[in-house]
């Protein structure tokens, strides 16, 4: 074979593991969708109205701060994808930058941890209001939801197959829910109708520290809507120049997602009573049924249960994956490695996920699962701004985006300040995350005495 044939231009593998490298096949336009995809979801069509009851009528206002609080972050994730673009995310800076595998475990344990309360809120989600606008209230919630986390497991153990290009279809349709919603706001506002006296009503029982403790609250609620962005680092080796391609794809799909965001709150609180936006599980539905426009009622709870089992689907994968990943780097026991034989998929972990997720639907509602996922990524979220910083020491060869150092200091400050008792977080979100972080390290430690054990460690 010639010099100029085919093998010529073969992927050659990789150094370290002797595998060829993933396809670089992802471009700034589908790096935009996929992060815009991965962060549209549960959180805007399922946690609005109890944003609402934190807030009052300046809905938006929770918003625009988690807004300016994912931008912060999203900056210090552009520079270290571009310094290290490996699909490891959180627990790959954790590890460079502190050097202490108990940390980068925790780290790694709460990136799944969080999956997994955003997809038990999802769960719930799907569950709730916009199921009973179909079956007419005749499905317990509670029971619906669990039913929902084992559906998924089953189809997560069967294999499932999505391209980025699928990934745009679903984005679309999920997407198009949210459009809905602001063309019926301009609608309203151009036909008289709304209240926009109640976008400027601030109530959080009381003033002063109560304010901003209460504004706080409604936030770390709020950001729940902006998690995902994060997950996009894992397609660092699978992007096409990752050191130019991703922080603009970052800062596009984060500004895009936060402009429907703020706009689906104000046209919210224009249309619907706060009282009412607050009592529903599926608040989005209350503003088309407000607006009189005649968009059939069903068909907009399709597409929202659509769009919170594409969040659920998503997290219980990345979950069971990163349990696997975990179990094969000899972190949490080999067994949880296994994978069934057919279907190539990590049967233990998948099992392992589920039955936490379920446990967690059995406990939990929407809005303290919803504060459970932004509690631990929060934590997450400042130690990996503070890992930029130290990692500033550490020089690479090629070029990339560096983040003006004002940007990771506020970005760890504001997350450390949303994630802490400052913003009236239910002392239940807590004792959740504590029980979560604590199974996983009962598992590291078994898992030492282990391979302690066997003279391994």
């Not at 050191?243 to 224009?270: D, E, H, K, N």
């Not at 608040?283 to 059939?296: H, I, N, R, S």
């Not at 090629?398 to 994630?419: K, W």
Request: net charge positive; charged share 10%.
């Amino acid at each position: 074979m010639s010099a100029n044939g085919p093998a010529a231009h073969a992927p050659q593998p990789d150094p370290a593991s002797g595998q060829p490298p993933l396809k670089r096949a992802i471009g700034p336009r589908l790096l935009v969708i996929f992060v815009v995809g991965d962060i549209l979801g549960t959180g805007i069509y399922a946690t609005t109205g109890e944003v609402a009851g934190k807030i009052g009528g300046a809905l938006w206002l929770p918003f625009l701060i988690g807004f300016v609080v994912a931008l912060l972050t999203a900056a210090s994730y552009a520079e270290l994808v571009g310094k290290y673009p490996r699909a490891a995310g959180a627990a790959l800076y954790t590890q460079r930058a502190f050097r202490t595998p108990f940390l980068t475990f925790v780290v790694a344990f709460m990136v799944m941890c969080s999956g997994l309360s955003s997809a038990s809120a999802a769960a719930l989600a799907f569950g709730g209001d916009y199921m009973a606008e179909l079956t007419h209230g005749a499905a317990p919630g509670t029971l619906v939801a669990v039913l929902f986390v084992v559906a998924l497991a089953a189809l997560s153990l069967r294999g499932v197959s999505e391209s980025v290009k699928a990934n745009v279809v679903l984005t679309a349709v999920e997407v198009s829910g949210l459009l809905i919603i602001i063309g019926i706001g301009v609608w309203a506002v151009l036909s008289g109708d709304g209240e926009p006296s109640r976008l400027a009503v601030v109530d959080t029982g009381g003033t002063g520290y109560a304010l901003l403790s209460g504004v706080l609250g409604a936030t770390a609620l709020g950001f729940f809507a902006f998690v995902g962005f994060e997950d996009c680092v894992n397609m660092a080796e699978e992007t096409v120049e990752p050191q130019r391609t991703f922080p603009r794809g970052i800062f596009i799909g984060v500004a895009v997602t936060g402009t429907i965001y703020l706009l689906v709150a104000l046209v919210s609180s224009l249309l619907v009573p706060t009282g009412k936006l607050s009592a529903s599980s599926g608040p989005l539905l209350e503003v088309v049924k407000a607006a009189g426009v005649g968009f059939p009622h069903e068909l907009f709870a399709v597409i929202a249960l659509f769009a919170v089992s594409n969040s659920a689907l998503i997290n219980i994968m990345m979950a069971s994956r990163l349990c696997y990943g975990m179990a094969n780097e000899r972190i949490l026991p080999r067994g949880m490695a296994r994978v069934l034989p057919r279907r190539r998929t990590p049967v233990v972990g998948i099992v392992f996920v589920t039955l936490l997720a379920v446990g967690l639907v059995a406990t939990g509602e929407i809005a303290g699962l919803g504060d459970t996922t932004s509690f631990l990524l929060l934590c997450v979220f400042a130690v990996v701004n503070i890992a930029v910083l130290v990692l500033r020491r550490d020089r690479v060869a090629h070029e990339h985006y560096r983040a003006p150092t004002a940007l990771p200091v506020l970005g760890a400050i504001s997350a450390l300040a949303l994630a802490s008792p400052l913003s009236q977080r239910p002392a239940d979100v807590y004792i959740r995350a504590g029980v979560l972080v604590l199974i996983g390290i009962g598992l590291w430690g078994l898992n030492k005495a282990v391979l302690r054990w066997r003279g391994e460690d």
